[in-house]
């Protein structure tokens, strides 16, 4: 009889009557499964974080370009408002550029991704200012950019982000700022990860 060392896999094949060592095909796929679940559990917690604000960025950084593109297209402007209570943009075609949203004239909403909100915390202030929302035009309540119909921008300003659980323990790591060229109309955002201010593409 043959004896084996304990922990030894063996398995007998029933084609061949021979034994075989090794782990089968869903052995192998359960170890990978649980190799990935650790990891994700081990991923540290600033790292999800600075997912989370880079992808609000992101978010924001295409709703102002599809602003501008819509701008360019209708040629009319197009006002983007921030809507801080409810965390999100409001794009409104102004078709008679009256400032006013008028029936008939699309209106879309840009909701930012979940856990992030506009602010900064005590992060280091841009260049463009200290207000959460730097654009000083305004539609109704909301502070609001504008997008001319040859792209430029109706000023040169930004908005800053970070996520919620950042913000409650003031970790500025999680801080973003976008900020708007009047003369292109072009967003640019960047991340206060590091403690100081750094462009991201």
């Not at 052995?27 to 917690?45: D, F, N, S």
């Not at 960025?57 to 360019?72: D, E």
């Not at 992030?116 to 609001?144: C, K, M």
């Amino acid at each position: 009889m043959t004896h084996h060392p304990i922990g030894l896999v063996h398995i007998l094949d029933s084609r061949t009557g021979s034994e075989r060592h090794g782990f089968s095909m869903i052995e192998l796929l359960i170890v990978i499964v649980i190799m990935g679940l650790l990891a994700a559990i081990a991923l540290p917690r600033s790292g999800i974080s600075s997912y989370q604000a880079n992808a609000g960025a992101q978010v924001v950084s295409s709703a102002l370009s599809y602003a501008q593109r819509q701008a360019i297209s209708r040629q009319a402007d197009t006002r983007v408002g921030f809507d801080l209570p409810n965390n999100r943009l409001r794009i409104h075609e102004d078709r008679n550029n009256d400032n006013v949203i008028d029936a008939g004239e699309r209106v879309t909403f840009s909701n930012l991704p979940e856990g992030i909100t506009f602010g900064r915390g005590t992060a280091a202030a841009r260049p463009i200012g200290a207000e959460v929302v730097t654009f000083t035009r305004a539609q109704g309540i909301l502070p609001v950019l504008v997008f001319r119909r040859d792209g430029t921008a109706s000023e040169d300003g930004g908005v800053y982000l970070s996520t919620i659980a950042g913000l409650s323990i003031d970790r500025t790591a999680d801080v973003r700022a976008v900020e708007i060229s009047r003369a292109t109309g072009r967003a640019t955002w960047f991340s206060f990860g590091t403690g100081t201010w750094k462009e991201r593409q």
